[in-house]
């Protein structure tokens, strides 16, 4: 059995809940942009189902597809040649064709340090404080790690997480950080990553004390689209901030990238996600 493609093999977003994805805006602008006949799609798949997704795709000559949750993980079990961030974070979000096999790939890592360029050297010499300890907050510590940052700090609501992700990750510049700790100032960075979801919740909890923020700071909120009152509280003591879009779509890019070989239409990606979020 083989099917065939009438313009061009689709490449999918695979998840469950999918309902408000942007991935497939950023994507189909990027190939219209640069005359390719793909087009990308967003498909609810069950975990049960992942596997007949992976033949359909080979079947399929797809470029590849882009994972969510629930299956950043299960896929490593079923495709097993992966680049080395798949391993660092033991989850992936793109599959790729590598000569002729699918692999794994995640992107997470590159979009997260593509977002922090403009702080750079804060990142680098003044110390970041990363709040969360899930598959998000992860990413951002390895890209930190990778950045050569000086200093790391990891709070997160169940401590125990935090001890564990640190030693997992190792290396000196990693350090965990108390409640009493996190509260009281005691700690020295300049950037501030909210990898947690509270930005998700109603009524959204403080996590990180308004009392803090100085002008100088910089606050990265990793939800986007949404004016989280994290954001709000850097916005308020004139201290410069940013949600994750940026994230998202450098991310996409580097998926983009490897799934076809060439150089994304990055600008075009930026301007069709910044319309979408301006009409929202
Ligand atoms: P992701 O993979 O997107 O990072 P996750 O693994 O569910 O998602 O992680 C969510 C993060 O948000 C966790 O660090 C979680 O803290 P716990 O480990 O204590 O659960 C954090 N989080 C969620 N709700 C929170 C809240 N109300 N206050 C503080 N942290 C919260």
């Known amino acids: 059995m083989r099917l065939i493609a009438a313009h061009g093999a689709p490449v999918f977003v695979i998840g469950t809940p999918l309902s408000h994805t942007l991935s497939p805006l950023i994507h189909n602008v990027a190939f219209e942009t640069a005359a390719l006949p793909h087009r990308y799609f967003a498909l609810q798949v069950q975990p049960d189902e992942l596997s007949r997704f992976v033949d359909i795709i080979r079947q399929l000559d797809s470029p590849g597809a882009n994972l969510t949750l629930p299956h950043k993980e299960k896929i490593c079990s079923i495709i097993s040649d992966r680049d080395p961030e798949v391993e660092q974070l033991g989850a992936a979000n793109t599959i790729y064709n590598h000569a002729g096999k699918l692999r794994l790939a995640n992107t997470d890592i590159y979009g997260f340090s593509r977002l922090l360029e403009p702080w750079l050297h804060k990142v680098r010499d003044s110390g970041v ?3 969360g300890a899930g598959g998000a907050a992860r990413a951002c510590l390895v890209a ?19 001890l564990k992700l640190a030693k997992e990750l190792g290396g000196s510049s990693l350090q965990t950080l108390g409640d009493s700790a996190l509260q009281s100032g005691q700690f020295a960075a300049a950037v501030v990553v909210n990898a947690t979801s509270v930005g998700l919740q109603e009524p959204e909890p403080e996590i990180f004390p308004q ?3 100085q002008p100088g700071m910089v606050g990265i909120d990793l939800i986007y689209n949404r004016s989280t009152k994290f954001l709000q509280n850097f916005q308020q003591c004139g201290a410069e901030n940013s949600d994750g879009l940026a994230m998202l779509v450098y991310q996409a890019a580097r ?3 490897l799934w076809t070989g060439q150089k994304p239409p990055i600008k075009a990606m930026f301007k069709a996600i910044n319309d979408r979020v301006k009409e929202s």
């Not at 940052?149 to 169940?158: D, K, V, Y």
Request: glycine letters at 0%; charged letters at 15%; proline letters at 4%.
């Open 129 to 131: 404080l990363v709040l």
């Open 144 to 162: 930190l790690q990778q950045l050569n940052c000086q200093q790391i700090f990891l709070w997160n609501r169940t401590p125990e997480k935090a």
């Open 211 to 213: 009392k803090l923020i």
């Open 255 to 257: 998926s983009w990238q």
